[in-house]
């Protein structure tokens, strides 16, 4: 098992431009999050799912937008990025709604200049 | 106040040491805690989770003060690999919200 797999690993861009990031999930995971992690901040949620075709906000959600189309996969777009948004995103997925753990991916490094 | 809050550190010990960390949270409807471990610019990695009546994992002990609403991780016969930072995570499933401390960092010295 990959467990949870997020692309890319590391992603340059300038002002205005948009991106997607990916994660993956093999686990068959109801839930599904973004998170961004900066230095001095902890972990922050930005979006998360709960199921296929289902998103909701967190507590950092202006700026990125979210769709679980399928089960497997959550993206997270930017799509003016600012040089706020640099940072590291971690994907996490979750079995369901009870008290199973959170399984990150390794991360998305994003700069924006 | 925080909803989760744990002493940033750095703890610094000679291999070897024994060493504890506490992580105190404020909602007395938390249900479920676990640690996780994170090294330098890595993804956090889950260590173990914490049961009301405490639990054990090789050199690593987890404990549940409910009364007093916190947990504690204690290490062991420390190694140099343990050095890292260690965060926890509260869980009010009732909410389905995740709270995480700010994570303790160790060191762990030859």
């Known amino acids: 098992n990959a467990g949870v797999t997020q692309t890319p690993k590391f992603r340059v861009l300038k002002t205005g431009q948009s991106m997607t990031l990916l994660c993956a999930q093999d686990m068959n995971h109801e839930y599904m999050y973004w998170y961004r992690q900066d230095p001095g901040m902890g972990l922050r949620l930005i979006h998360y799912s709960v199921g296929e075709g289902t998103t909701a906000k967190g507590e950092v959600p202006d700026g990125y937008n979210v769709s679980r189309l399928k089960k497997q996969n959550f993206l997270l777009g930017l799509e003016s990025a600012a040089p706020s948004q640099t940072s590291v995103y971690f994907c996490?997925?979750?079995?369901?709604?009870?008290?199973?753990?959170?399984?990150f991916g390794n991360g998305t490094r994003l700069t924006v200049t | 106040r925080k909803e989760v809050e744990q002493d940033p550190g750095p703890f610094n010990v000679p291999e070897g040491a024994t060493v504890a960390f506490n992580c105190t949270y404020s909602n007395s409807a938390s249900q479920s805690f676990f640690w996780y471990r994170q090294d330098c610019r890595k993804e956090p990695k889950l260590l173990m989770s914490?049961?009301?009546s405490g639990n054990e994992d090789g050199r690593f002990t987890a404990q549940l003060n409910r009364a007093s609403q916190y947990i504690s991780l204690l290490i062991r016969d420390s190694k140099l690999s343990d050095s890292a930072t260690y965060l926890c995570v509260v869980i009010i499933y009732n909410f389905n919200k995740f709270y995480f401390g700010s994570g303790t960092k160790l060191n762990v010295k030859p």
């Open positions: 914490v049961y009301s």
């Open positions: 996490a997925s979750r079995k369901d709604r009870t008290n199973s753990p959170l399984h």
